[in-house]
């Protein structure tokens, strides 16, 4: 018991079953999966599919947490990614043409490569706090964006590049299967190489690693390059699922969702170890949680209250402090009917914090 | 990485050693105030009608709510934390004065209440942070949700202020010669020198610089560190709350969706105006100079005309930037 209440993904997960708990409450055909035109169709589906770019950025900012960073311009990276392959198919003559759509993402995806890049060179180069070099291109990304699209929501028609937001292969939606499938990629090359293992080293002391012969700026570096090209990934699959590329408002907020599923995942801010198991649940809790607001009734428009109210209880309850009572508390002689006098009294004192 | 609070000259009190020249920690704020200089120069003689009093006035008058949130938003920086919440809390309060009034209450009443819901949201952050010890960064996040979240509770739609004393409250103009002001510049105003005050000539004031240098060490010298880290928080929010009631009272109405972003200007004049975002380094005057910096940008684009309104981030991005390397420089060379 003492095991499973310490482990880091025993609160995330308990979120995510307690809210689809409550939907298939709410809503019994929640959980059911159905076959149309032999596309799976049903709520857990849908939550994949929109999980997906939320899972993309919150995969970047995983591994440059890792290092004891933050990357705030993902959002500003998804608007300037969509913007640049959605001009690039109105401009040209064919964007019905594979090859013009081939050429779209790869330019998109190089921008934001370089983007990546850049705010790496300020982190690791110039040795400039993380939060404020990618405060700076979360400042001027969204105008650039604009710059690109002209101060206008661009749309387009074309059929190759919807299929990376509402497509379907072998069954499941195409967003889906791209995130999940750079994410396992990802998850692989980190966990059964050394590289994870280099980048816990220098988020949890940069000068020591780099004394130790770890190559602490290149990955500090390759991290941040990272971040933007999932982040320019994400952008694609939010454009192409509305097929407009809207300068002001897509991925608005995208980077605080990606920072809470990784925070609910149970990596800390502060750098060092980090889960990429529990990114992965922190991001479904986010989706779900969005689903669940609908499928409950309550009004969209109070969605981030009621964010907050999980958020809020998830990371009290995995606050250092809070970890520490728990774990006394079931640690007891009597442990088999903890009194809990501070459980008891914690509710009380998440109440009067959130009110 | 990180940068150490710099060791600083120790300097003789009782003004018996007169710096010869300026301090290092100034050079910062005498940046931030020369690219003012410029752009008022540049502006004023680029432009016929740039440097008038009503244009000075107007700076003052649109960004008077900017102004008390980056008072805020320097004492929880100094800490070494951050406030993301500032712009929904500021939603929060208009929302809440302007339901309040439809609802027939007294402008008395309403007022406190405004700005003590900013107060209670900054308490629940400072609890948060330094009692269950969550990340700055994830606890004001998590507030600012919840505050744009009451904001729909309360309010989906714009309400009107048409309550007659309130307005009485905000159009009360004075004028001395073409200067003009309002009640709210006055009100920004004397925020600061509050703030200024507070930061400078208090214990609490010293005690928010020690902690952002060096938290351990302030705890092992006995300074009261966690009434401190809260309390800071709490001015954050309750100039969140202020900076609220000033906008409201600015636009004559109450909508949740207004300062969408706006933290991210608060944080953008605070450091443009040389404090570090570490913690320990920085001085309320120079945010409130990143404030007009900030404003001034937005004045000289609508002068222009024909530039975008999409430039204007573009142009705080790469002040933002300069000011970043500046620093940095600064840094290096002390170390």
């Known amino acids: ?355 | 990485m990180t940068t150490s609070a710099p060791a600083r000259t120790p300097r003789k009190l009782g003004g018996v050693k007169i710096p010869t020249r300026l301090d290092r920690r100034y050079l910062p704020v005498v940046g931030t105030f020369v690219v003012l200089a410029l752009m008022l120069i540049v502006g004023g003689s680029r432009y016929e009608n740039f440097l008038t009093p009503a244009v000075v006035s107007n700076l003052f008058i649109n960004n008077a709510h900017l102004i008390v949130l980056a008072v805020g938003m320097t004492f929880v920086i100094l800490t070494g934390g951050i406030d993301l919440s500032v712009g929904s809390v500021l939603a929060l309060s208009t929302v809440i004065t302007a339901a309040l009034l439809q609802a027939g209450w007294p402008p008395a009443v309403v007022i406190p209440v405004a700005v003590a819901a900013g107060t209670v949201i900054g308490l629940a952050h400072g609890v948060m942070i330094h009692y269950f010890q969550v990340q700055p960064f994830v606890a004001t996040l998590a507030g600012m949700f919840f505050a744009r979240g009451l904001c729909f509770l309360i309010a989906p739609e714009s309400i009107a202020i048409d309550n007659a004393s309130f307005a009485e409250l905000a159009t009360w103009v004075q004028i001395f010669g073409e200067w003009r002001m309002t009640s709210s510049v006055l009100i920004a105003l004397i925020v600061l020198g509050l703030g200024f005050v507070v930061l400078h000539l208090t214990r609490f004031g010293r005690t928010v610089y020690a902690i952002g240098g060096g938290e351990q060490s302030a705890l092992l010298m006995g300074l009261p560190v966690a009434r401190t880290k809260v309390l800071a928080y709490v001015v954050s929010g309750t100039c969140a709350g202020l900076g609220g009631l000033l906008f409201a009272m600015a636009q004559r109405s109450g909508y949740s969706l207004t300062g969408v972003g706006m933290e991210l200007d608060a944080i953008a004049a605070v450091v443009i105006g040389g404090t570090l975002l570490t913690g320990g380094t920085g001085f309320v005057l120079g945010s409130v100079l990143g404030v007009l910096v900030l404003g001034l940008i937005q004045t000289i684009i609508t002068f222009e005309g024909t530039l975008s309104s999409w430039w204007t981030r573009i142009v705080i991005g790469v002040l933002l930037l300069i000011f970043v390397l500046l620093q940095r420089a600064l840094t290096l060379r002390r170390t």
């Open chain 1, 1 to 355: 018991m003492t095991n499973l209440l310490r482990h880091y993904l025993f609160w995330p997960v308990a979120a995510l079953v307690a809210l689809l708990v409550a939907n298939t409450v709410a809503r019994p055909s929640f959980l059911a999966i159905t076959i149309r035109d032999g596309h799976l169709f049903g709520a857990p589906i849908d939550i994949l599919r929109t999980t997906a770019p939320l899972l993309l950025v919150a995969l970047g900012m995983t591994l440059v947490i890792a290092t004891r960073g933050i990357d705030l311009s993902v959002g500003a990276v998804v608007a300037v990614s969509g913007a640049v392959a959605l001009s690039h198919l109105a401009s040209s003559p064919n964007p019905e043409s594979p090859v013009t759509v081939l050429t779209a993402v790869g330019l998109a995806l190089a921008l934001c490569l370089v983007l990546g890049v850049w705010n790496g060179f300020l982190v690791s180069a110039l040795g400039i706090q993380p939060i404020i070099a990618t405060l700076i291109l979360m400042t001027a990304g969204r105008g650039v964006a604009m710059l690109i699209t002209g101060g206008m929501i661009t749309t387009v028609n074309s059929a190759p590049f919807k299929v990376l937001g509402s497509g379907f292969w072998l069954g499941l939606p195409v967003a889906a299967v791209l995130a999940f499938g750079v994410f396992a990629v990802v998850a692989f090359v980190v966990r059964r190489t050394a590289l994870g293992m280099l980048l816990e080293a220098t988020g949890i002391n940069p000068a020591a690693s780099r004394l130790s012969g770890v190559r602490s700026k290149t990955l500090t570096w390759t991290v941040y390059a990272a971040s933007g090209l999932f982040a320019g990934l994400a952008g694609l699959l939010i454009s192409a699922d509305t097929m407009a590329a809207d300068a002001n408002n897509a991925g608005l907020f995208i980077e605080l969702d990606a920072i809470l599923a990784v925070v609910i995942g149970g990596t800390a801010l502060s750098g060092g170890k980090f889960n990429l198991s529990g990114t992965l649940v922190g991001a479904l809790v986010i989706a779900t949680l969005e689903r669940t607001v609908t499928v409950l009734g309550i009004s969209p428009l109070v969605t981030p209250l009621f964010m907050a109210l999980v958020v809020i209880a998830v990371t009290l309850l995995q606050s250092p402090r809070m970890r520490e009572r728990l774990t006394a508390a079931t640690r007891r002689p009597v442990a088999t009917t903890p009194p809990e006098p501070q459980p008891a009294a914690r509710p009380d004192s998440t109440e009067v914090k959130t009110r």
